[in-house]
T-cell receptor
Framework: GNSVTQMEGPVTLSEEAFLTINCTYTATGYPSLFWYVQYPGEGLQLLLK?????DKGSNKGFEATYRKETTSFHLEKGSVQVSDSAVYFCALTMGSGYSTLTFGKGTMLLVSP | DGGITQSPKYLFRKEGQNVTLSCEQNLNHDAMYWYRQDPGQGLRLIYYSQIVNDFQKGDIAEGYSVSREKKESFPLTVTSAQKNPTAFYLCASSIRDGNTEAFFGQGTRLTVV
């Protein structure tokens, strides 16, 4: 079956530090890949997505590149802010037809001033 | 504004009681989903529905039931057969296309007392 593996957290950074959250996947076929963010007590919001190999998704300073050869979709941001503190989920869905999302376990990011 | 509304935000249930969580969307999406979130376990799929009057079990359907009588509504009933119902429940919807993202509600936190 399909699966997503994320680095365990929490990831603790100081403001303006560089962020990387690793995500690798296992899938039969060619999935679409997503990063969602969850702020405390809220639902999930889509952060960015990529639907084919070598695509780069970007939003709000975050970026992730779909790497088919390493089956990875690592999330990066050059300079984090306190307001980026949240839980980040990597997810996949199969690109053809209908499919449900498969999520990683989430990585908590804590940014201090 | 279009979106997904879950209610209530907090719910308390006595052991042995059934309880129903509401999920309504006005995005005109065909597909709707219920996920359960527990600390450190990410999101696990309970049930999903692609069209009205049809739904499928997800990975952890035991002790839960759903209905899809209207396109806009996908209520989840947590029955007394669910042995450990205390969790954060998230409803989502999407169009029927594997490349597109799901939109999430704000969640319902259920606590058994």
């Amino acid at each position: 079956g399909n699966s997503v593996t994320q680095m365990e957290g929490p990831v603790t950074l100081s403001e303006e530090a560089f962020l990387t959250i690793n995500c690798t996947y296992t899938a039969t076929g060619y999935p679409s890949l997503f990063w969602y963010v969850q702020y405390p007590g809220e639902g999930l919001q889509l952060l960015l997505k990529a639907t084919k190999a070598d695509d780069k998704g970007s939003n709000k300073g975050f970026e992730a590149t779909y790497r088919k050869e390493t089956t990875s979709f690592h999330l990066e941001k050059g300079s984090v802010q306190v307001s980026d503190s949240a839980v980040y989920f990597c997810a996949l869905t199969m690109g053809s037809g209908y499919s449900t999302l498969t999520f990683g376990k989430g990585t908590m990011l804590l940014v201090s001033p | 504004d279009g979106g997904i509304t879950q209610s209530p935000k907090y719910l308390f249930r006595k052991e042995g009681q059934n309880v129903t969580l509401s999920c309504e969307q006005n995005l005109n999406h065909d597909a709707m989903y219920w996920y359960r979130q527990d600390p450190g376990q990410g999101l696990r799929l309970i049930y999903y529905s692609q069209i009205v009057n049809d739904f499928q079990k997800g990975d952890i359907a035991e002790g839960y039931s759903v209905s899809r009588e209207k396109k806009e509504s996908f209520p989840l009933t947590v029955t007394s057969a669910q042995k450990n119902p205390t969790a954060f429940y998230l409803c989502a919807s999407s169009i029927r296309d594997g490349n597109t993202e799901a939109f999430f509600g704000q969640g319902t936190r259920l606590t058994v007392v």
